[in-house]
């Protein structure tokens, strides 16, 4: 079955890195994504990374994928007070008709 | 500017009224979504479309419904029979739904609707 799973709340101070972790349960996802959500608005789509894919990177943002233990995380390095948000990880599975399920989300607070 | 709007941003009911959200796109996508979030449980589908006249029901379509009549639109109405309809909702388009593509999907900012 389709279950995605993330921890509720991460704190950190500003200028630490940020790892935030998800886990998923069907091994045949194509893409896994990371959205951030501001407070009272939409989702904004942050990166996604290929399920054969080990580790993208694309400025402060580092994705780390382990298929093998369906791991998921994302890094955010140099963390400032506009990076406090919601985070949420999705995955999408072509079997699924390639919709996307989402974990419950991370709230991160970053403070100064 | 290209993006995904809904309307209004705050809606208020009765208990037993229908009300309809509104979610237009100009992005030219073929597919629309419709997304209820509760707090602590992430987005949870109630209803997709992938083309114009045609939708499908996702995991929580009951006391929901959703017409498509033009690409840009697809709003989407709470009935009364919807038991707990207090929540924020989201609309969202992409241009891939099927298959293994990557399934790229824009958010429009949300309507938070309050059953009184």
């Known amino acids: 079955g389709e279950d995605v799973e993330q921890s509720l709340f991460l704190s950190v101070r500003e200028g630490d890195s940020s790892v935030i972790n998800c886990t998923y349960t069907d091994s045949s996802s194509t893409y896994l994504y990371w959205y951030k959500q501001e407070p009272g608005a939409g989702l904004q789509l942050l990166t996604y990374?290929?399920?054969?894919?080990d580790m993208k990177q694309d400025q402060r943002l580092t994705v780390l994928l382990n298929k093998k233990d369906k791991h998921l995380s994302l890094r955010i390095a140099d963390t400032q007070t506009g990076d406090s948000a919601i985070y949420f990880c999705?995955?999408?599975?072509?079997?699924?008709?390639?919709?996307?399920?989402f974990g419950g989300g991370t709230r991160l607070m970053v403070k100064p | 500017d290209g993006g995904i709007t809904q309307s209004p941003k705050y809606l208020f009911r009765k208990e037993g009224q229908n009300v309809t959200l509104s979610c237009e796109q100009n992005?030219?996508?073929?597919?629309m979504y419709w997304y209820r979030q509760d707090p602590g449980q992430g987005l949870r589908l109630i209803y997709y479309s992938q083309i114009v006249n045609d939708f499908q029901k996702g995991d929580i379509a009951e006391g929901y419904s959703v017409s498509r009549e033009k690409k840009e639109s697809f709003p989407l109405t709470v009935t009364s029979a919807q038991k707990n309809p207090t929540a924020f909702y989201l609309c969202?388009?992409?241009?891939?739904?099927?298959?293994?593509?990557?399934?790229?999907?824009?958010f429009g900012p949300g309507t938070r609707l309050t059953v009184l």
């Open positions: 992005l030219n996508h073929d597919a």
């Open positions: 990374i290929f399920s054969n894919m």
């Open positions: 999705a995955e999408s599975i072509p079997g699924a008709g390639n919709m996307l399920t």
């Open positions: 969202a388009s992409s241009i891939h739904q099927s298959g293994g593509a990557v399934n790229e999907q824009f």
